[in-house]
């Protein structure tokens, strides 16, 4: 579940008194999510979504996630547009947390993965990094390959000698992929979360794309290199190459890849499996008894990171 | 949170075809709520909640509560409207729960309470009561007093030396209200669960009732002394008077309380104190290790069981 800061009608109308979106009639907390406090909140005027913004968001980078929604909907992208309240704030506070109200996007995400929800998950994904030119704020990707070592060394396995295997694998995949990480490729705004759950669809089309708390200033290709980590594999294990294809395919239909950026494709595949991998793993090693959200399994992401690293030519990816 | 049954929108989306309130456009699971699965949906038809009914609810009582907020609805009271499939049906099944549809209700739910709230609860019951008459179907109250020494001995209070004084005194109290429970009151439907989360306010007036999923066939003004306790105490446990006159003076705009149901009051108001000690004391000797709902306080009502232990008259309660 995902309201971990309570919220109370008295609070809330009385915050939805700075701004101009008419007065509260309803809330709710919303089950899904696992970073934030998310409230369906409607008024007189419409429907909204409420963010809290927990403990795992940096405070000090939220004009950046506010600002980029903000660029992308003026730029036509459907995504949440952060609400200015009636001072032009658009982060404010509520309950000791900061807080936001962005308007409520139609849509549902895809639970079953159908090749042609891959293919508009590729043309969304360019129309996002095509809107995304001119933003003018820089945020570096925190989680790409230069905190993989750290983050690695922070997991604490090698006091169980059962995961020593496991660390000298990774510790190795790790030195391959500081040795081989594309630098000189086109980058711009990337969204680097874009599972399943963050894009929504209506019918086969994309009606918008949520969630943009991992967005981050990175190498443009690396947003399809996660996406055929989340979209292109059965849960089976296995890699769908129809997907990867219609995925590829969908983005080229907004922006061609280079020659180059289809040559990277296979080590950012590489790292963005162990990028997950990794955050899993820490997360399932230092999670908390009885917490309220029960760890995704790292394991999943070691298989794709297994399968990436037998390709040796981006034709594995249907191109 | 209240998401067991998860549901994908492929299900959502094919359940709905089997309605004629047009086509899925979102939902999200809603975190409030502590015994089924309650999603809002949006249709190209408008806002419904659907619920998945949850193993603590026996599926043969389900038609109880379905005809009563059907019968309910169409005497005008504000409440959940069951909407009927295309094949006249109600209640369906969706992943392999009993499912139903019902129309969406605006408004809040007080966490704090004025005691301008209490007189629109208690008008709010009495109209509920006056519109249950002539509901044809019956449902036995099977948490009332019958059921409460068994309930009492299904807690094992006895292995644990510490609960012994806790255990002998409820005994002694099951015992005077098997003797004094009053029979001859007027009887018919009331809600039995009133507590603040069930009942919608927009401004000061009530918007709406909701979870009938305690509803029975009961004395009347049992639900009055239910909501003595749910309402009238205030978070340092001290009573208070004024919201206790107001519930019932609200009441009476629509239905005046005879003598005898008046005298009855502080009886049937230890006895609502125990039935919510008692369940909450079951959850909370026999709730799962890292179940996703923390058991509610038993000793709460335990302390609102002593106050109305010392009051002979209802004089006590503002009348």
């Excluded at 919220?7 to 907390?29: H, K, P």
């Excluded at 404010?92 to 079953?112: C, D, H, K, M």
């Amino acid at each position: 579940m995902a309201v971990y800061t309570p919220v109370t009608d008295e609070d809330l109308a009385s915050f939805l008194t700075g701004y101009d979106i008419g007065s509260l009639t309803s809330f709710s907390g919303i089950a899904e999510g696992v970073e934030n406090s998310n409230f369906l909140v409607r008024t007189t005027g419409g429907t909204y979504i409420l963010t809290l913004y927990e403990k795992r968001v940096n405070p000090d980078e939220l004009p950046f996630f506010i600002n980029l929604m903000t660029h992308l909907a003026s730029r036509g992208l459907s995504c949440p547009q952060p609400v200015a309240a009636r001072d032009g704030a658009m982060l404010r506070e509520l309950n000791g947390r900061p807080a936001a109200i962005v308007t409520f996007l139609e849509g549902v995400w895809r639970r079953r993965i159908h090749p042609a929800c891959c293919h508009a998950l590729g043309a969304a994904m360019a129309e996002l990094h095509l809107a995304g030119l001119g933003f003018g704020m820089r945020r570096e990707n925190n989680l790409s390959v230069s905190a993989w070592r750290p983050l690695l060394e922070s997991c604490d396995m090698r006091s169980e000698p059962i995961y020593h295997g496991l660390y000298n694998g990774l510790k190795v995949e790790v030195g391959y992929l500081e040795d081989n990480w594309p630098v000189d490729l086109p980058t711009g705004v990337i969204h680097a979360d874009l599972f399943p759950d963050n894009v929504f669809f209506l019918g086969d089309h994309v009606s918008g794309l949520i969630d943009f708390y991992f967005a981050c200033t990175d190498t443009l290709v690396y947003d399809l290199a996660i996406c055929l980590n989340a979209w292109c594999f059965e849960t089976d294990g296995s890699f769908n190459v129809t997907k990867a294809q219609q995925l590829i395919a969908g983005y080229q239909t907004r922006r061609a890849l280079s020659v180059e950026e289809r040559h990277a494709l296979p080590v950012l595949a590489r790292g963005s499996a162990l990028r997950f991998m990794l955050t899993r793993l820490y997360d399932w090693l230092n999670h908390p008894e009885g917490a309220l959200v029960k760890p995704k399994d790292p394991m999943e992401y070691l298989q794709k990171l297994r399968f990436h690293q037998t390709v040796v030519h981006p034709s594995a990816y249907g191109l």
